[in-house]
Structure formats: structure tokens, C-alpha cells
């Protein structure tokens, strides 16, 4: 038996069950030193394959990176693997935190890695996991994947773990091209069968069949249709047995407004003694640096909720609140976790049911319908492996187009993955610095996946382009009988000319008349007008022929080809050079502010590629301004602050009067956002410059060392919760320590930037780090 062997039988007898076919699969590969591109349904046992991987690398005495798109799945991660291997194996780093960095087994960020790779490699890498590789489509950050890709050292194994998709092969082939080989490994079947079930406000519990695609089953009348009662929902869950359950709601109001409506008329979920085991884990809570947080009506609202066995889970909530659930609901003692669509991205709080609320959700351009891929991530959760023979997965029945929408979609396949790539400022500098030379920064463009998926795209156009070619073929060389088929287009362009002086000349009135049948009459300067155009169509060697009319469509076809084929040699162009134009257009714009200069990086440039920011471009120009001069530590983090999106804009709370001369700063930054976004528009770059005035008065109140809590929060809109402001508050954090580890930040800068971490990075923020 070979040592790969050995390792697998091991690996596998130290189960608790047998591995599934794909799963040994996916180990094979990784034993014998080969990467792999797992695609399988959540739940289906993915972790598993990195696991094998972990035991390979600690074998083989290489590191292993495990990245996650989530800091909050960084940490939970983080934490098992500590559980497993001990804590002396295993390191953090997500930009918030480093623990043990040169652990031979670290956890990250999918950014970070790519910003490590970008500035250096990394001493003894063995292996890297993409964990949720699926996120290489998403729109925002999808492009950390490809670059990560990219640029990962091709000597390194990719264990790539991702969603059901519907390209998985292609996604293999790209990085096959431009990394090495992998292997796809494709499975659909799911451990735990997962059945589809609708929820009908009136009816209840539905089978799939009554949302077959196309057709509604009942002739309701849509006006009459009553909204869904969770309530409702959850008493027939507990009263099928079906609970544990997370409950989908697609916005933060809607959770609230369900946990409300529970505790004043839910049924009772838990006993007294798991009431006592919740109310031991809350003091608990309330005993470490977060506790003094949790006063507000929002954590107050989920506390109470876990008194009665429900919780809710969003970005908006105290991140040790969000655990606190996460670890109840995994013990048992949590029932129902209403949830936004966060909760499917990869936390691990598996249940036997499952309930989507609505199939529409609101997007950046008004509301929509979930992707098919959206709903398998969330309906995945449903069936607890090894615990539920079937997991259920109940759609909610209350919109009137919801019968329809959900037998479409249960119809569908996974979407496939398309690329999101897009250069940026920072991304832009970086290619100058590490490779300088034109010719080589658009190799590197064209080995994106977004410019493989563009070739393909090429090469299905060029198939196109011969077929209209060969149409196009007998129509270019037809011998017209009066021997030149070119005749036609004078006059067809005369014929035109006479047609629209026509209908300019005729009043709209006598227009009207002359499409019921009569006849527009015109005036006598309008027939004089008309005259010399009626000649010129007249006189046209075309005009009497009789083989005009058999002329006339093969002229009218050949000019649809032609448009044909030029649309597509447009597309083609646009194709080729896509990325490497939106290179040249962001070196333009560079080198309009002084940031570029005869192809070299100014002292600016090199500033802003060190940065891994969302607006690096508007935070190196508010770094160099005067801006920031003559500011304490916490007025700086204030100003920057409205530089850091957030995508959850709100109307800013009115300023208090001693911090007009700190909202005058501000409101001369907005002034500079505005300014680089006319610069877009020049240069024709259509990258999102984020600015709000937001969190101006929370950053301050906070960095100044105020330690109530209350006083941050209160200065938040009704449009953002607390959870909103810590996640604020550590990419604040995490800015002013790049900030510091830059190459050139000004002097006056510099001496204040550890005083803002300071004054940010303690209690309930500092608590929220490793969560």
C-alpha cells in the first residue's frame, strides 16, 4: 500500500462513517498531489475534503491557508480548527486580528491572501482552500478570487469548495490555464434528502405540486391573498416536528417585527429548564466586556426572544449577541432564528427546516427574484446530517406571484458562474509595481476569468461572423441586370430622403387624414421643396426597372447581414479589450492627479497601492490634502469614516454645535468626491466613489474614549443598527493600521493614528474582533 493510500484508509478509519464517493474522490486527488475544484450542495460534507487536506500539509510539515469570504466564518473556523489540531497549530489573520501568524495552519480572509500574494509570497505554502469559491460571481468581490488565482504560486494545491453551479467545468478549465491542473469534482446528490413544501397563508403546510411552473393551482383573486403569519408558521413547524428552523425574512424591520410578534402571542418553545440554561448563558454575556452593550431595544428584543426559544440573525446585530444565538441554536436551546439572507452564507448553524418567506428581495435597482443558487444555499441548511433522515424546506405562499415564481425556480438549474472582475485604483497600481511593462500587465488582464470567459465568448462570435459571412457571400457578388447591384443603395437613399421630407412637410393634422384614407394636400413652398427629390428618385436608373422589386428584398437582406456582422466586430473589439482599456483609462485618470508619471508610481501612487480599501483613491487624496491637518486622533477617524461604505446609507443625525468646524471638514471631502467623480466621467470610469456623512458624529463620539455605548448609537438613523457601527468601527481599525504600515504617510498624520486605534478598539468593538 502507498503512503497516499495509507493516509487515506487512516484518515477514513478515524470517521465516524464511511466517506461519501465524491468525498473519497476529492482526498484521492489531494493524497496524490493534485488540486481539486469540489462542487457539491451545502450540507453535503465539503469541509471534510479540507480537513484531508489539513492532515496531508501538517504531514508533509507545509503550511496551509484556509480562507473564507467571511470574517465572521474566518473566526468560527478559526475556532474549530483550534478545537482539532490546538491552539499552537493553528493561526488568525482577518485585518481585524493576528493570532499566531506563523502558524502552520492559518486562517484568513480571501482578501487577505490576495493582498499577501500581491506583496509577497509566503514562506513554505503547500496548500491553499477557497472555501465558498462560489463567491468568485459575486459582484462586489469577485474579483479577490481571480487575483487571488492569479497569482497564487502554481507549485501550490488549491482545494477549491464551492456551491452547486452551472459551469463548475469551465470555472476548472480557467484555472487549469493559468494556475495548473484540477480536478472538478461534481456531485449533486445531498446526504440528507431535502423536500420542497409550499406554506399557504390560508391553507398551511402545501405539497411542491402546488406551485407546478406556469400555473396557479386555484383561481384566487391576487387582491385577496393574506400576508404570512409567522406565528402561524412556527406552530405548525413545532407541531410537525420540525423544529429546529430558520426562518428567512429579507429584511432587518421584518425579523424584529417576527420576534415582536412571537413574544406577544407565540407559542412556548422551551422548557423551564432550557429557559434556566438561556438565562445562564445571557448572565454570562452580560459579565464580559461586551455585556455593557447590550442595554439597547434592539439586543434587549433579541435577549427576550431567547428567553422564549426565538432569536434573530442579521448584520445589524452586536456580533457577541449573533453568537450567543449561533452557540444556543446549536445546543438545542434556540428553536427559530429569524433571519436575513446572510445567515446562508456559510455560518454554520445547520436545522431540519428551512422557511423563505418570499421569494423577492430588494436589490440595488428595486426588488427581484431570488437566483437559483440563492435558494439551494438557504434550503441547503435544512436536514441535519447524521440527525434528520429528511431536511423541508417550507416557501411562503403569501405574495400572488409566489405559486409561479416557485415553480420556476425549482425548475431551474444552479446559475453558472460569470465573472465580476474589475480593476480599481489600488489593483491598477499594483500591476505597475509588479510588473511595470504594458505587454506584461495585459498578460496578466487577459489571464482573468472574466477574459476567458470573454474568449469564449470570441470564439462563439467568430462562428457567428463566418455563417454571416457565407450569407453575406452571394448577396456581395449578385450580378443585378442592369449589371451593378450598387445602383440600388443610390437609390434607396433618395427614396429615404423623399419619405422624410415628406413627412416633415405634412402637418400632423392632414397626417391623421392621410392615414384614414384621404388625401394630405400641401402647400405650394412644400411641393417646391419636394420637387427636386421627387426628380432625383424619378431619374434613378432604378426607378423604371422592372426588376426593381425582385432587387429590393436581397438589398433590404444584405444590409440586415451587414448590420450583423458589424455589431459583432464591435462586440469582438470590445471583448479583446476590455480589461486592458479600463487599465489605460485608470492610468489616464492617474496621471491627471500626479499619481502616475512616465509610467513610474509617485510617492502618492506607491502610498495608495500598499492600501486594501474599497476607496483607496479618495483616501490617499484626502491623506495628501490638507484636509486631515490640524485634527485630533478621533476627528480623523471621523473624517475617514464617511469614506468607508457601508451600503446601507441613512440620513445623518443633525451635528451638535461643537463639532461644526469637524462637519465643515467633512462636507470639504465631500466636495473632493465630487471632484474625482467629474474626473470619472472625463476618463470614462464608472467605479463607486462611497461618501456619507453618516458616521461622522458616532466615529467621534466613540474615538474620543466615551465609554457609553448609548452615545454612539443614538447617533446612528433609524437606517442602522449597532451592528452596523462595530462592523464600521473595526474597518476604521483596520484602514488606520494599513494607514501606518504605508510607505510616505505625511508626518502630521502619523503620531495621531495609534491614538485612533486606541480610542476605537476597546469593549464591545475589541469583543467583537474574534466573532
Known amino acids: 500500500m502507498s503512503t497516499s493510500e495509507e493516509r487515506i484508509e487512516e484518515f477514513s478509519g478515524a470517521l465516524p462513517f464511511s466517506p461519501d464517493p ?15 475544484l469540489v462542487c457539491a450542495p451545502t450540507g453535503a460534507g465539503k469541509t471534510l475534503v479540507a480537513e484531508f487536506a489539513i492532515e496531508q500539509a501538517l504531514a508533509e510539515r507545509v503550511r496551509l491557508v484556509y480562507t473564507t469570504p467571511l470574517k465572521a466564518l474566518s473566526n468560527q473556523k478559526f475556532a474549530d480548527f483550534c478545537e482539532r489540531w490546538g491552539e499552537p497549530t493553528v493561526g488568525l489573520l482577518t485585518g481585524d486580528i493576528s493570532v499566531n501568524p506563523h502558524a ?4 484568513m480572509t480571501t482578501e487577505i491572501l490576495r493582498n499577501l500574494f500581491w506583496l509577497r509570497p509566503m514562506e513554505g505554502l503547500g496548500y491553499v482552500v477557497l472555501d465558498e469559491c462560489h463567491y468568485l460571481g459575486n459582484e462586489g468581490r469577485g474579483t479577490v478570487w481571480e487575483e487571488l488565482i492569479i497569482l497564487c504560486p502554481t507549485d501550490v494545491r488549491l482545494v477549491a469548495l464551492s456551491a452547486t453551479v452551472g459551469n463548475a467545468r469551465e470555472l476548472a478549465a480557467w484555472i487549469t490555464e493559468v494556475h495548473g491542473p484540477i480536478t472538478p469534482i461534481i456531485e449533486q446528490h445531498r446526504p440528507v434528502p431535502l423536500t420542497y413544501l409550499g406554506y399557504d397563508p390560508r391553507q398551511g403546510v402545501v405539497p411542491a405540486s402546488a406551485f407546478k411552473e406556469g400555473r396557479l393551482v386555484d383561481r384566487e383573486r391576487p387582491w385577496l391573498v393574506p400576508p404570512m403569519r409567522s406565528n402561524r408558521v412556527v406552530a405548525d413547524l413545532q407541531e410537525r416536528g420540525w423544529l429546529p428552523a430558520l426562518y428567512f425574512i429579507f ?6 417585527e417576527a420576534v415582536r410578534r412571537f413574544l406577544h402571542r407565540g407559542p412556548q418553545l422551551i422548557t423551564p429548564e432550557e429557559r434556566d440554561a438561556v438565562d445562564e448563558a445571557i448572565a454570562a454575556l452580560r459579565e464580559e466586556p461586551a455585556g455593557q452593550a447590550l442595554e439597547s431595544t434592539l439586543s434587549e428584543l433579541c435577549l427576550e426572544g431567547l428567553r422564549h426559544g426565538v432569536s434573530m440573525h442579521h448584520a445589524g446585530i452586536l456580533p457577541p449577541l449573533k453568537r450567543l444565538t449561533e452557540r444556543l441554536f446549536e445546543r438545542g436551546l434556540v428553536k427559530v432564528v429569524f433571519a436575513t439572507e446572510t445567515m446562508s452564507l456559510g455560518i454554520h448553524m445547520p436545522a431540519k427546516a428551512v422557511v423563505i418567506e418570499s421569494l423577492r428581495k430588494r436589490s440595488d435597482v428595486g426588488f427581484r427574484t431570488l437566483t437559483a443558487l440563492e435558494l439551494i444555499q438557504m434550503a441547503g441548511r435544512a436536514g441535519r446530517r447524521g440527525i434528520d433522515p429528511q431536511g423541508f424546506c417550507l416557501i411562503g405562499l403569501g405574495d ?4 409561479r415564481e416557485a415553480g420556476a425556480l425549482l425548475h431551474r438549474s ?4 460569470r465573472s465580476r472582475f474589475r480593476l480599481g485604483y489600488g489593483s491598477c497600481a499594483l500591476l505597475i509595481l509588479r510588473y511595470g511593462r504594458a505587454p506584461d500587465i495585459q498578460h496578466v488582464l487577459d489571464r482573468s476569468f472574466g477574459q476567458y470567459q470573454h474568449r469564449q465568448q470570441l470564439e462563439d462570435l467568430e462562428t457567428q461572423q463566418a455563417a454571416t459571412l457565407a450569407e453575406l457571400a452571394p448577396l456581395r457578388s449578385y450580378q443585378a441586370p442592369c449589371g451593378d447591384f450598387g445602383n440600388f443603395g443610390g437609390y434607396r437613399t433618395r427614396v429615404q430622403a423623399l419619405e422624410e421630407a415628406r413627412v416633415r412637410l405634412t402637418p400632423p393634422r392632414r397626417r391623421r387624414r392621410q392615414r384614414r384614407g384621404g388625401r394630405a394636400s400641401l402647400s405650394a413652398d412644400a411641393r417646391a421643396e419636394l420637387a427636386p427629390l421627387e426628380t432625383a428618385v424619378g431619374s434613378w436608373i432604378c426607378h423604371p426597372c422592372p426588376h426593381r422589386p425582385a432587387c429590393a428584398p436581397l438589398d433590404a437582406e444584405r444590409r440586415r447581414l451587414e448590420r450583423r456582422l458589424a455589431g459583432d466586430q464591435t462586440r469582438a473589439e470590445q471583448l479583446r479589450l476590455t480589461y486592458w482599456d479600463q487599465f489605460q483609462r485608470l492610468c489616464g485618470l492617474l496621471e491627471h492627479v500626479g499619481y502616475l508619471k512616465d509610467g513610474a508610481l509617485s510617492t502618492e501612487g506607491r502610498f495608495m497601492a500598499e492600501l486594501r480599501h474599497d ?3 479618495l483616501v490617499t487624496r484626502a491623506v495628501f490634502s490638507p484636509l486631515l491637518h490640524g485634527l485630533d486622533a478621533a ?3 471621523a473624517v475617514l469614516a464617511c469614506l468607508l461604505e457601508d451600503g446601507r446609507p441613512g440620513e445623518a443625525v443633525p451635528i451638535p454645535k461643537r463639532y461644526r468646524s469637524l462637519e465643515r471638514r467633512a462636507r470639504e471631502l465631500g466636495a473632493l468626491v465630487q471632484q474625482t467623480e467629474q474626473l470619472q466621467r472625463r476618463f470614462g470610469i464608472g467605479l463607486p466613489l462611497p461618501f456619507q456623512l453618516t458616521p461622522l458624529l458616532p466615529t467621534v463620539r466613540w474615538a474620543e474614549g466615551r465609554m457609553d455605548w448609548a452615545a454612539p448609537v443614538e447617533s446612528l438613523p433609524v437606517e442602522l443598527d449597532e451592528g452596523d457601527l462595530v462592523r464600521l468601527f473595526r474597518r476604521l481599525i483596520d484602514l488606520a493600521r494599513q494607514l501606518l504600515d504605508a510607505p510616505g504617510l505625511p508626518e502630521e498624520i502619523q503620531p495621531k493614528l495609534p491614538l485612533l486605534i486606541a480610542g476605537l478598539d476597546r469593549d464591545v468593538v475589541l469583543a467583537s474582533a474574534l466573532l
Do not use: D, K, Y
Not at 465524491?22 to 481539486?36: H, K, L, M, N
Not at 502552520?104 to 486562517?107: A, E, H, S
Not at 444552479?414 to 458562474?417: F, V
Open 615 to 617: 476607496n483607496e483613491l
Open 22 to 36: 465524491f468525498q473519497r474522490a476529492a482526498i484521492t486527488e489531494i493524497a496524490e498531489g493534485r488540486s481539486v
Open 635 to 637: 476627528s480623523i477617524g
Open 251 to 256: 429584511s432587518r424591520a421584518g425579523c424584529r
Open 104 to 107: 502552520p495552519i492559518l486562517v
Open 414 to 417: 444552479a446559475e453558472p458562474i
Open 400 to 403: 400572488p406571484t409566489a405559486r
